[in-house]
């Protein structure tokens, strides 16, 4: 069966620091590969999709960027956290092609403070 | 760009009777998905129910169901005999039959069971 991985759960950065959180799955190839932020009283924000490795698309510009090193590794990075990149971090992957209809499957997420 | 509209924050329901949460969606596809998702106090995000755009049957998984109105663009949910298990935030989400994969997602409405 197909798992996916994500941490840290949690994480306390300074303004300024450097992040990277990470993501793994198990079980498929060629997973279609997201990252979502949730940020307080709010839904879902797509940061990042990646279709293949090296293939990286961004739907918001901002501070964050997204590298797919692997097939099944997707990493959200940031040289400088900004406040204002504080919340819920969500990755999630589904399926290519033809398999739309199956929705996502979500990892457990990781809550970024940036203090 | 297609939307996506919950236009309950929240809304509560006593344990064993049966609410509704509306949706509503904008897109000029004719062809897509449609998904609800449940978030617990967990934040880990599970597929609920899923429904195809071409497919006039309303579907159903257990005490979930949903409503589909294609030409009202209009998405429900039905929670039957609920359970207080079934506190959570719960998002819908649109996603096009084509393109890239990317799923559009409402600002949730938060369910409270009572006891």
């Known amino acids: 069966s197909q798992t996916i991985h994500q941490w840290p759960a949690t994480l306390v950065q300074p303004v300024g620091s450097p992040l990277s959180l990470e993501c793994t799955v198990e079980?498929?190839?060629?997973?279609?590969l997201y990252w979502y932020r949730q940020a307080a009283g709010r839904g879902l924000q797509l940061l990042f999709y990646?279709?293949?490795?090296?293939?990286i698309s961004s739907e918001v510009p901002q501070n964050l960027s997204a590298s797919r090193p692997q097939d099944r590794q997707f990493i959200l990075s940031s040289k400088k956290l900004l406040l204002s990149d504080s919340g819920f971090y969500l990755c999630?992957?589904?399926?290519?092609?033809?398999?739309?209809?199956?929705?996502?499957?979500f990892g457990s997420g990781t809550r970024l403070t940036v203090v | 760009a297609q939307t996506v509209t919950q236009s309950q924050p929240e809304m509560s329901v006593q344990e064993a009777e049966t609410v509704t949460l509306s949706c509503t969606y904008d897109t000029s596809e004719s062809d897509y998905y449609l998904f609800w998702y449940k978030q617990p106090p967990s934040r880990q995000m599970i597929l609920v129910i899923r429904q195809e755009a071409y497919k006039q049957q309303n579907a159903t998984e257990n005490r979930f169901s949903v409503n589909f109105q294609k030409a009202a663009k209009s998405f429900s949910l039905k929670i039957s005999d609920s359970q207080l298990g079934d506190a959570a935030m719960y998002f819908c989400a649109y996603r096009s039959a084509g393109g890239t994969y990317k799923y559009i997602f409402g600002t949730g409405t938060r369910l409270k069971v009572l006891a």
């Open positions: 079980g498929t190839s060629n997973p279609n």
């Open positions: 999630a992957w589904s399926r290519d092609r033809g398999w739309g209809n199956y929705g996502y499957t």
């Open positions: 990646s279709v293949g490795i090296g293939q």
